[in-house]
Structure formats: C-alpha cells, structure tokens
T-cell receptor
Framework: GAVVSQHPSRVICKSGTSVKIECRSL??????MFWYRQFPKQSLMLMAT?????????EQGVEKDKFLINHASLTLSTLTVTSAHPEDSSFYIC????????????FGSGTRLTVV | QKEVEQDPGPLSVPEGAIVSLNCTYS??????FMWYRQYSRKGPELLMY????GNKEDGRFTAQVDKSSKYISLFIRDSQPSDSATYLC???????????FGAGTRLFVKA
C-alpha cells in the first residue's frame, strides 16, 4: 500500500533555531500533501495544504512565515519551523492524498518537536 | 458548534467486549466517512471508510453511517489489548474539500 515516510521522528532544538521536517511518498506520487499539528489528547489541526510546484495554502491563524512549506517534487514535501519557540513544541504529522481519492489519506509517522 | 463532535473518553473495556465509538456532525454535505486508528506517538492509519449511508464490515470492525441523524459509529467485536489506541472519526464533502477530524476517543482494552 501507499507509504509516507516522515523524518525525523523526534527532534529537540534550541529556541531561536530552525527545524526541517521531511515527508516522502515512497511508492506513489503525491501531488497534494497536508501538514497537521496535534496537541496532547487533541485532534489533528490542519496547518496547510501543499501542492507540488505551487505555493502552500495555509489555514487561518497559521503564520506562513514561521511555518515554511515546500513541495518541490511529486514525492517530497518539507515543513520548516523557523525561529522555533517553546510554544511550537508539538507533534507534527503529514499526510498525502493517494490517487486523487477523496477519502482516506495516508499519514506519516509524525515528528515530535521539543523546543528548549 | 464544532463540525464534528467526538467524545474523547477515555473508554476502558475488558478484553472480549464489544466497543462502540461514535461521532456526530453538523454538515449535511459530508459524503465520505472515515475511521482512523492512532497508536501513541504514531501517525493515524485508515481503518475503514464509508461513502454516504449504510454499514460496512471488515473483520471485527463494523462502520455505520446514519445521515438522517448525522451520526456515525464504529463497532469493534471481541476487543483485544492490541486495539488500545485513539480512534478518530473523519469526514469529507469530497471533491477535494478538506477532511475534518473528530477529537479522537482513547480506548483501553484490559487483558
């Protein structure tokens, strides 16, 4: 089945530094990828939708200059958290739409970001 | 009012019990209904999906959609400790519209 590989699984960084998270579709082409943030015991909050070769669409309230998304190829999307602060500590998950279907996205395994 | 409401639990049941997980929603335009399972510190994985109304069965899992009541359910028969996870319902209008997730219900199955 379709697999999305997400790296790193866990990262600890100092306040003020930037962190890049990668998501790769391993056996399919992902023209659209989604980036979510999840707080403990809470649901997935969609941050942005990235489309290959075009600018990402950000959800209301998400700072596009802080959360940089790049979808330069059909198999790779990246999320860069710039000038990270402790409040950015969270679980970040990507997902991809497979074959243009409207149901059931495939998710990455998530990245636990801790900013100290 | 949230578009999708789901009781976060936790729900604790003994092994072998039948588990019922539910979500309600307000947007009558939803056509695709999904259930995801998420283990701790992992990404969600798709368990089942249903288009429009009706039931769908897959092994020990049964998904039900009642569009007239705007209510969906996931039943787990003969629950196992390995079923312990957070279960998220999700819905979509389709046509490229974004998927809306419930808050997730934490399930614990005790051996």
């Amino acid at each position: 089945g379709a697999v999305v590989s997400q790296h790193p699984s866990r990262v600890i960084c100092k306040s003020g530094t930037s962190v890049k998270i990668e998501c790769r579709s391993l056996d399919f082409q992902a023209t659209t990828m989604f980036w979510y943030r999840q707080f403990p015991k809470q649901s997935l909050m969609l941050m942005a939708t990235s489309n290959e070769g075009s600018k990402a669409t950000y959800e209301q309230g998400v700072e596009k200059d802080k959360f940089l998304i790049n979808h330069a190829s059909l198999t790779l999307s990246t999320l860069t958290v710039t000038s990270a602060h402790p409040e950015d500590s969270s679980f970040y998950i990507c997902s991809a739409r497979v074959g243009g279907r409207d149901y059931g996205y495939t998710f990455g395994s998530g990245t636990r970001l801790t900013v100290v | 009012q949230k578009e999708v409401e789901q009781d976060p639990g936790p729900l604790s049941v003994p092994e072998g019990a039948i588990v019922s997980l539910n979500c309600t929603y307000s947007n009558s335009a939803f056509q695709y209904f999904m259930w995801y399972r998420q283990y701790s510190r992992k990404g969600p994985e798709l368990l089942m999906y249903t288009y429009s109304s009706g039931n769908k069965e897959d092994g020990r899992f049964t998904a039900q959609v009642d569009k007239s009541s705007k209510y969906i359910s996931l039943f787990i028969r003969d629950s196992q400790p390995s079923d312990s996870a957070t279960y998220l319902c999700a819905m979509s209008v389709g046509g490229g519209f974004k998927t809306i997730f419930g808050a997730g219900t934490r399930l614990f199955v005790k051996a």
